[in-house]
């Protein structure tokens, strides 16, 4: 088992408590979708896995390690088996992507080398082939701040790649994104994902999307897990219960 | 330079003619990741020229005849007295303190008002959305000749002709004030949606009216948050004018006790008392600041 | 029920409006007798002030020659100016960096950041001064010291408050990432920055400059003390000098601060 998530809980100190006893398990190569209304805990439960957020209780088992329970040194040396991508992106936008895809090779480097920026041949050209990977080689040159929204994701994607990860966590990748690019962002993730065996766990807030590109699916509403099945499962009154809505129509 | 296309196109033209990437490499065949665009060496450029001048200058600076470690022995001495141990020496008694504090406050607050007022004037013909815009530069640019020149130069000016004091001290302050107003209120006033003000024209409004019924109540905490952020400004101000052009005041107490006296614990007793009241406004101007202007 | 509740707001605005008015005039009032400021006399004097400066204060040929004089105390002060922003720059961007929301290492070190700029920044330049000028007497240095510490206070805050702004969601990847602090610092977080950084500099530089010449009133250096000088000695066609030689200087510094903040856009 690559990723348990074992009972977490998080009440944050507003005492708005974001999530309750969540768990759930991710297989390798598995690609996953998180769905669920907007506040139900998605965001939350991503960002516990790989302590960017401290839960209150539980554990999350990575690669047989509790993530929630290391520190400083070693926290950091196992983040780097974990990828993840951002709704907004998160990149430098004066940097060109190349410079930025090389970011996701600082945490293999020692902290003179890494403030520097000194980059040797190998990693260098590794950048280059992720970039060619998401189909992004003419742009590699290109100041991050003149891509597309689609393209500025997909950046975003081969940094999470030069990690090597066995895990890439998406949060909301596609929600800034116009129906064209999301598919084109889509594509490239299940892809080059499978294609070299690492798992994907995605938040999604489009039910559509999670359906079309997902192994299996987990809802979400309010803190707790209410859905963990196929997308075939997925039934309508299903994904009524998870958005607890009954003028949803699909 | 990339062109930005739509969307649509660029997942086609990707997905149609991917073309492997065009490595660079410098001198020694090593990968290039960096693009040395104008953007990039400019800071650079710039930040190895204003090094170097810092450098020259600390070197060639005049230092006077002083020594230079037991100055700063001297200094820290002299915190020492004036931060932990401020009293009053009898000269003057905490009541012309008091006096003081109110004379600074008050040259602040004249000078914030007067200003305030006239740079609203000035500030309905120099927003771009209500007003013309050769006016609206012809103001600017008189402004930015305004805040060339240094507050303090401004009072000597003016007390040239009507002497030291008050007078001369509000009126010189009120150049940079009315400048400063002048830009921000400008800003504010071209925040506001447009559709209210285009509403009351449409109906038939005088200027005056559009100006009281829809500009004033639109951007009222605005100005007055800037207002108050000039005030805070002024203060400190009014302290230096007090100090170098003898306007009175806190800052010409001080002058006095550290240039005539050397009383150190009276200094204490000022530094804390300014400190105090500086800090308040800083306070209070953050918390508007965040509340009530938009952030452009 | 919808006009009632605009009507409402509205009446509320305005009684705002006056309330708000009202107060300033009785403040104003009770200041002013306090103060001793007669408006109309301050007001009268305005006209009658530009007129006599632009008949004293134009150039003559005495003005002219003390030109070089003028220009070297000038460019004294320009450098003390670009000096003290650079050493505050150096000092401002460690505090910035261990102290911001973003990049800070604790709490400790936050609040110790944010009362060290409060504490520099909030002593008025002139109370600096004459602070130092007890222990470092009357030269450059004094004026150089006193600029440099109201900077640092100044440039602390503003850069705290651009990481802030700025550097959040950089932060937020690269931590992710498992680079080391000092990576995320030097890789994400001053590249994100830089601009802003430089736009902050050039801005305290320009600034400076008005605070120099204040300054150098009282520690007796540069282009201050020259105008103070010629202002004692009644010289009002040397002082004119000097106040037009500020206004270009000035006024060039900031036509090239945008040119360069275009550039590095």
């Not at chain 2, 086609?12 to 040395?36: D, G, H, S």
């Not at chain 3, 910035?96 to 609040?111: D, P, R, W």
Request: charged share 15%; hydrophobic share 50%; glycine share 6%.
């Amino acid at each position: 088992m690559l990723l348990q998530v074992d009972s977490i809980s998080k009440t944050y100190s507003n005492g708005k408590q974001a999530l309750k006893d969540i768990s759930f398990q991710l297989e390798k190569g598995e690609f996953v979708s998180i769905i669920g209304p907007s506040g139900a805990g998605k965001s939350t439960i991503l960002r516990c896995i790989n302590q960017l957020i401290s839960a209150n209780e539980g554990a999350v088992f990575f690669e047989d390690e509790d993530m929630q329970r290391l520190k400083k040194k070693s926290l950091r040396l196992k983040r780097r088996r974990i990828g993840m991508i951002f709704q907004h992106y998160n990149l430098v936008s004066r940097l060109t992507a190349v410079e930025n895809v090389l970011h996701g090779r600082l945490g293999y480097k020692s902290a003179v080398k890494g403030s520097i920026g000194v980059y040797n041949e190998e990693e260098k050209q590794e950048a280059f082939d992720l970039l060619e990977k998401v189909g992004l080689s003419e742009f590699a040159y290109t100041r991050c701040d003149e891509l597309s929204g689609g393209q500025k994701q997909r950046v975003g994607i081969a940094r999470a790649l030069m990690q090597r990860p066995a895990l890439i966590l998406c949060d909301e990748p596609i929600a800034s994104l116009d129906p064209k690019s999301s598919k084109v962002v889509m594509d490239y993730l299940r892809q080059v994902t499978k294609e070299l065996d690492i798992a994907c766990l995605v938040n999604l807030h489009q039910v559509e999307v999670a359906i079309d590109y997902s192994d299996r699916i987990i809802g979400v509403n309010s803190g707790n897990v209410v859905f963990s099945g196929n997308p075939d499962e997925l039934t309508t009154n299903q994904i009524n219960q998870i958005y607890q809505s009954d003028e949803l129509l699909l | 330079m990339v062109q930005r296309q739509s969307e649509l196109e660029l997942a086609v033209t990707e997905t149609v003619l991917a073309q492997p990437t065009k490595i660079r490499r410098n001198a020694k065949k090593k990968i290039r990741i960096r693009v040395w665009k104008t953007y990039r060496i400019v800071p650079w450029v710039l930040f190895t020229l204003l090094t170097s001048i810092s450098i020259y200058t600390l070197f060639t600076m005049d230092y006077g005849e002083v020594v230079l470690l037991d100055a700063t022995r001297q200094f820290f001495t002299d915190l020492q007295r004036i931060f932990l141990q401020p009293r009053l020496s009898g000269r003057f008694s905490f009541e012309t303190l008091l006096q003081a504090l109110g004379m600074t406050v008050g040259l602040a607050v004249i000078t914030t008002l007067l200003g305030g007022v006239t740079a609203f004037l000035m500030a309905l013909f120099t927003a771009r959305n209500i007003s013309h815009s050769g006016l609206s530069n012809a103001i600017r640019t008189v402004m930015s000749f305004i805040r060339a020149v240094p507050t303090i130069l401004w009072v000597m000016i003016f007390s040239i002709l009507i002497g030291l004091g008050a007078n001369a001290a509000i009126i010189g302050m009120s150049f940079h004030t009315i400048a400063y107003l002048t830009k921000v209120f400008s800003e504010s006033i071209e925040e506001i949606d447009s559709g209210v003000i285009e509403a009351l024209r449409a109906c038939g409004a005088s200027w005056w009216q559009v100006v009281f019924q829809a500009i004033l109540p639109s951007c009222m905490t605005a100005l007055l948050s800037w207002l108050f952020i000039r005030f805070e400004i002024n203060f400190t101000n009014a302290i230096a004018v007090g100090a170098a052009a003898g306007a009175g005041g806190l800052g010409f107490q001080l002058a006095m006790t550290s240039s005539f006296y050397f009383d150190f614990h009276e200094i204490g007793v000022l530094v804390y008392m300014i400190l105090a009241v500086v800090a308040i406004l800083e306070v209070v101007a953050i918390r508007l600041r965040k509340k009530y202007i938009i952030h452009a | 029920m919808d006009k009632t509740l605009n009507q409402d707001l509205f009446r509320k605005k305005k009684q705002f409006l006056f309330v708000t008015l009202f107060s300033f005039v009785v403040v104003y009032v009770v200041f002013s007798q306090f103060v001793g400021f007669q408006f109309g006399a301050a007001i009268a004097a305005i006209p009658q002030s530009f007129v006599w400066l632009f008949t004293n204060f134009i150039p003559t040929e005495n003005s002219i020659q003390s030109l070089p004089l003028i220009l070297s105390k000038l460019l004294e002060t320009v450098l003390l100016s670009i000096t003290a922003t650079m050493t505050a720059t150096v000092f401002s961007l460690i505090t910035a960096i261990i102290g911001s929301e973003t990049t800070g290492l604790n709490k400790g070190t936050k609040t110790v950041a944010r009362v060290f700029a409060s504490f520099f920044r909030n002593i008025p330049i002139v109370v600096w001064a004459m602070v130092l000028l007890l222990s470092f007497k009357q030269n450059e240095f004094t004026g150089y010291l006193a600029i440099t510490f109201t900077t640092y206070g100044y440039l602390t805050r503003s850069f705290m408050e651009t990481i802030d702004e700025v550097a959040g969601s950089i932060t937020e990847a690269m931590t992710a990432t498992g680079a080391s602090y000092f990576a995320i610092i030097f890789q994400g977080v001053l590249p994100m920055v830089f601009g802003q950084l430089i736009s902050w500099i050039l801005f305290m530089i320009e600034n400076n400059i008005r605070d120099a010449t204040l300054v150098g009133i009282l520690t007796g250096t540069g282009i201050g003390f020259l105008f103070d000088l010629y202002y004692k000695k009644f010289r009002y066609d040397m002082a004119g000098m000097v106040i037009l030689t500020i206004v270009i200087i000035v006024i060039a510094l900031e036509l090239s601060s945008n040119k360069i903040r275009r550039m590095i856009h």
